[in-house]
């Protein structure tokens, strides 16, 4: 028979080996929980470095992605102002003589309307210049108001300043006598505004594929006298297609070498860009042997073969 202090002191025995028990599982789940913990730390720790390994090549490559899609623009960019006709393509015929100051209907109709004057063309005239380019004007004579103009285009020559010529020396003078020059005569001083000039020993250059320099020659009338009109301000544009190739090309008042005043024009030297079909505008100012109304504007067409 069991004495209750023997029973007591078993049950402390128990309770002393359930207590070492929980000690010896709460030290192996300590030790199981810092393992993993140690385990999860150091999982983590590569993880974070391979993480910024990556960050590092992204951040290298931006700078390489922005540049090449720059570029991208740019040459888009380039391409497109290209097609477009950024650099003077121009859309249309008629937006291009609109553009130049003439009417789009100026450069479809003949006879013309322009600035209000009725421009009536002379049938039938048509001038040819020979040469290595077949060059044809038509019509020859354009009437408009109270004058009737006269188109030409004839082989380059020299100009020159008349007043600039060495006079003839006397008849009793050992004296050589200089040469008689040749080309045309610039009247009232507007030498500076012939262009293409060259000088009076050299010939005009030969016909280039891209380069066609000739003389054109402007002779203003009174309609009613046929008497040649001095004293006026004129000007020409010179368009192929409808598309601008001279602006405001001064027309200068000269006569041929030897000439007389029957021979009187208002003429230059222009540069035709090769062959094609020309329009010519002729423009002139009121002048104030004629009246206010006198000026105008006429067409004429240039053939260029």
């Not at 477009?84 to 003949?110: D, H």
């Amino acid at each position: 028979m069991t004495t209750p202090l023997f029973r007591h002191g078993a049950r402390a025995v128990g309770i002393a080996e359930v207590f070492a028990k929980k000690g010896t599982e709460s030290k192996s789940s300590i030790d199981e929980l810092i393992g993993c913990q140690w385990d999860c730390n150091g999982r983590q720790s590569l993880g974070g470095n391979r993480r910024n390994h990556e960050n590092m090549e992204e951040n290298e490559k931006k700078p390489r992605r922005r540049i090449i899609i720059i570029g991208a623009v740019v040459v888009a960019g380039v391409l497109f102002l290209a097609y477009f006709g950024f650099f003077g393509r121009p859309s249309s015929p008629n937006q291009t003589a609109s553009s130049a100051g003439i009417s789009a209907a100026a450069v479809q109709q003949s006879p013309t309307t322009t600035s209000g004057v009725q421009t009536t063309p002379r049938v039938g005239a048509t001038a040819t210049v020979s040469g290595t380019s077949n060059l044809e004007v038509s019509p020859a004579e354009v009437a408009s108001g109270k004058v009737v103009f006269t188109l030409s285009v004839q082989q380059a020559q020299p100009a020159y300043d008349p007043a600039r010529v060495t006079a003839a020396p006397a008849a009793n003078s050992d004296q050589k006598a200089p040469a008689q020059p040749k080309g045309f005569a610039v009247l009232g001083g507007s030498t500076l505004k012939v262009t293409n000039n060259f000088d009076q020993s050299q010939s005009p250059p030969a016909d280039q594929p891209l380069e066609i320099l000739r003389h054109v020659a402007v002779q203003i009338k009174e309609k009613d006298s046929g008497q040649i009109v001095p004293n006026v301000t004129a000007t020409m544009d010179l368009l192929r297609d409808g598309r601008p190739v001279l602006q405001d090309q001064p027309l200068v008042p000269m006569v041929p070498a030897g000439g007389g005043v029957a021979q009187m024009h208002y003429g230059n030297n222009i540069k035709i860009p090769g062959k094609g079909e020309y329009q010519v505008f002729v423009r002139m100012e009121p002048s104030p042997l004629l009246g206010s109304d006198s000026g105008g504007v006429v067409q004429f067409n240039l053939s260029v073969k």
